[in-house]
């Protein structure tokens, strides 16, 4: 239900634009976001973003990475600006559905691989 797009390989200081495109309305989830896993290590949180607005960002993208969406095209975006190497990781767009009181419904894309040269 989700696909990712956008990574590729960036030097350091570069720019990218990742998009998460939905296969039905992006409003029927209750948060979207994206979180990441480099090698090595656990998959962490990088932004997520709720039906109304409300954004929480990793403190280490914070100011540099941007959350935003387009629901005419059913997509979440992360712009992501001032790359460093250490933002190296496989990219997966998040879902989550909430279906009824302590239940949801949680939905991953494939992964996007984000590579920053140094």
């Known amino acids: 239900q989700l696909v990712e797009s956008g990574g590729g390989l960036v030097q350091a200081g570069g720019s990218l634009r990742l998009s998460c495109a939905a296969s039905?309305?992006?409003?029927?989830?209750?948060?979207m976001g994206w979180y990441r896993q480099a090698p090595g290590k656990q998959r962490e949180l990088v932004v997520d973003?709720?039906?109304?607005?409300?954004?929480n960002y990793a403190d280490s993208v914070q100011g540099r990475f941007t959350i935003f969406r387009d629901i005419a095209k059913n997509t979440v975006y992360l712009q992501m600006n001032r790359l460093k190497p250490e933002d190296t990781a496989v990219y997966y767009c998040?879902?989550?559905?909430?279906?009824?009181?302590?239940?949801?419904?949680?939905?991953w894309g494939q992964g996007t691989l984000v590579t920053v040269s140094s």
């Open positions: 998040n879902a989550i559905e909430v279906t009824g009181p302590l239940r949801k419904s949680e939905f």
């Open positions: 039905r309305n992006i409003y029927s989830f209750s948060v």
């Open positions: 973003m709720s039906t109304s607005g409300r954004i």
